[in-house]
């Protein structure tokens, strides 16, 4: 007991100058076009690899880092990063890729968040529609001031996206948020073949997507047949093991010059 309580609070010790000393890295992992298996763009993914105790997954430290505030330094390093390594894309593919980038609440409620996001995209020199800043359910609950945030990012073209719909953000947020995409939550892919249920459950999120104009990519596609019957029903975009695992810097750009992840 006195290791499990003492663990959080040493983790949550060692946040503090990480970034400084290079501990955090980005991977991406790639959105496919379903149907046609060709590279859409990528989830920029935070990896923290600690000096002593090795990778750390995501879901250990970020609840640390956001109880303790240190969420928005890392929320700015992975927005810097991401946007820097998606404006080298181009170069490696003649398709434009957008690149993914998840968003705390904290972030989206500090004072000028959204000219500081978009101050980075400029920095980067990344085109402001290639970026998407995806909103958990925690974001999506407390909307006072981040509905303005959102609207001004709009504005200049950065694009919005619910993360895990159908499970951690509802038909309430698509209504009440400024939305472009929703990302339909892993627990509506995985028996999408074996079950009829499932498979009506999936059709109705992307009926309900298409109702509202927004794109809706598919979230732990595992196998062919998920992708194959995820595309039967509508779903535009496709985001998994079966395209990719997370990849390096290097490893997306080989990606984007391939083009094609397999189908």
């Known amino acids: 007991m006195a290791r499990q309580t003492t663990q959080p609070q040493e983790l949550t010790a060692d946040l503090d100058g990480a970034i400084e000393r290079g501990e955090f890295r980005l991977e991406f992992q790639p959105i496919v076009r379903l149907g046609g298996g060709t590279v859409a763009g990528a989830e920029a993914l935070v990896r923290w690899r600690h000096p002593r105790r090795g990778t750390i997954p995501p879901g250990e430290f970020l609840p640390l880092a956001e109880a303790s505030g240190q969420i928005s330094d890392i929320g700015r390093f992975v927005l810097r990063e991401a946007t820097r390594a998606a404006a080298a894309w181009p170069r490696a593919s003649d398709r434009p890729s957008f690149i993914s980038v998840n968003f705390a609440p904290v972030q989206l409620q500090q004072p000028n968040a959204a000219a500081e996001t978009l101050a980075a995209v400029n920095e980067a020199g990344l085109e402001p529609g290639l970026l998407t800043i995806e909103l958990t ?82 979230k732990g596609v595992e196998s062919r047949e998920q992708a194959w019957r995820l595309a039967e029903l509508g779903c535009r975009y496709g985001q998994g093991f079966f395209f990719s695992k997370p990849l390096g810097a290097s490893g997306m750009l080989a990606v984007l010059r391939q083009g094609l992840l397999r189908t």
């Open 137 to 218: 359910s925690a974001a999506s609950a407390d909307t006072d001031g981040i509905v303005e945030v959102l609207v001004e990012l709009r504005d200049a073209g950065v694009r919005v996206a619910l993360d895990d719909f159908g499970r951690a953000t509802t038909m309430a947020d698509l209504k009440r948020l400024p939305v472009d995409e929703v990302k339909m939550a892993r627990d509506f892919v995985v028996d999408v073949t074996g079950s009829a249920e499932q498979a009506a459950f999936a059709l109705s999120l992307i009926n309900i997507a298409g109702v509202r104009g927004v794109d809706i990519v598919a």
